[in-house]
Nanobody, 118 residues
Framework: QVQLVESGGGLVQAGGSLRLSCVSSGSTFSFDAMGWYRQAPGKPRDLVATITSGGSTNYADSLKGRFTISRDNTENTVYLQMNSLKPEDTAVYYC????????????WGQGTQVTVSS
């Protein structure tokens, strides 16, 4: 069974940076798409960014200038570089792997907490 494990979350002051990593195991093929989603208390889970195996990216409009997603297809690993962090970025960040071409699947990690202080 595929497993996704996030790391890199923590406490940071406003204006600081964090780099999240998501490492997969149990898969012998490259995921069609990987991405990051986040959920703040009392809020729905929202898209942060996604990236396909070919490198095509998609961002939430409000985050496009501050966050950057990248991936290593060989390792099925995805990263999220977060700069100029704001208190409203505080949330649990979840890693996702999605398939839609030859295979259909949707995997989620357990999440990593990001807290941005004023």
């Amino acid at each position: 069974q595929v497993q996704l494990v996030e790391s890199g979350g923590g406490l940071v002051q406003a204006g600081g940076s964090l780099r999240l990593s998501c490492v997969s195991s149990g898969s012998t093929f490259s995921f069609d798409a990987m991405g990051w989603y986040r959920q703040a208390p009392g809020k729905p889970r929202d898209l942060v960014a996604t990236i396909t195996s070919g490198g095509s990216t998609n961002y939430a409009d409000s985050l496009k200038g501050r966050f950057t997603i990248s991936r290593d297809n060989t390792e099925n690993t995805v990263y999220l570089q977060m700069n100029s962090l704001k208190p409203e970025d505080t949330a649990v960040y979840y890693c996702n792997a999605n398939g839609f071409y030859y295979r259909r699947y949707n995997y989620w990690g357990q999440g990593t907490q990001v807290t941005v202080s004023s």
